[in-house]
């Protein structure tokens, strides 16, 4: 059985923030595709539009919040 440490947050605190947290990230999304303005950058030869980028990056963090909750989950159903 693993010690607790100070800092670490329980499973239920992380329960309570995960809805929360994917709606922000909803949230951010939408403010990033309002304001980022229309342009088009080249990336790898190919004509990528401006407002993806900020885009791409949030959902990279909103995977990350998924993966480490069912990680959560499996090792909380595990003890």
Partial sequence: MREEQPGMRTGSELQ?????????YGVLAVLCWFTVG?????????PVELRLIPMLILAA???RTVLVHQADKIRHDGE
């Fill in 61 to 63: 963090f909103a995977l």
């Fill in 38 to 46: 229309e342009g088009t950058i080249v990336v790898f030869g190919k």
């Fill in 16 to 24: 309570r923030r995960y809805p929360i947290a994917l709606l922000l």
